[in-house]
Nanobody, 124 residues
């Protein structure tokens, strides 16, 4: 069983930056597919970014490409999401997720473990 705990959310002005962190416990996720999703009230969880396995390159949603950077520190069992040039439309609850699949793609249903989420609010 994997437990995921996100942190780093908050309130920021448009154009600002935040760095989210996701610490995993119960299992090292150095070789797992891991990623970030976001959700606004009344809507489903939308893919933000993911990385598959130890040596793959991160994959990003078009809406965040060039602004967000995904990285992982396997020694700390931690996944990061650096978010720059934030926009009001980035406002959402952000969730960290881990998958037992090698290539879960961008579908939230393919991810097995989820954190509780961290709120990001971007003011205009």
């Amino acid at each position: 069983q994997v437990q995921l705990a996100e942190s780093g959310g908050g309130l920021v002005q448009a154009g600002g930056s935040l760095r989210l962190a996701c610490v995993a416990s119960g299992r090292t996720f150095g070789t797992d597919a891991v990623g970030w999703f976001r959700q606004t009230p009344g809507k489903g969880r939308n893919f933000v970014a993911s990385i598959h396995g130890q040596n793959s390159s991160p994959f990003y949603a078009d809406s965040v490409k060039g602004r967000f950077t995904l990285s992982r520190d396997n020694a700390k069992n931690t996944l990061y999401l650096q978010m720059n040039s934030l926009k009001p439309e980035d406002t959402a609850m952000y969730y960290c997720a881990s998958s037992r699949r090698t290539y879960p793609g961008t579908f939230s249903s393919n991810f097995d473990y989820w954190g509780q989420g961290t709120q990001v609010t971007v003011s205009a």
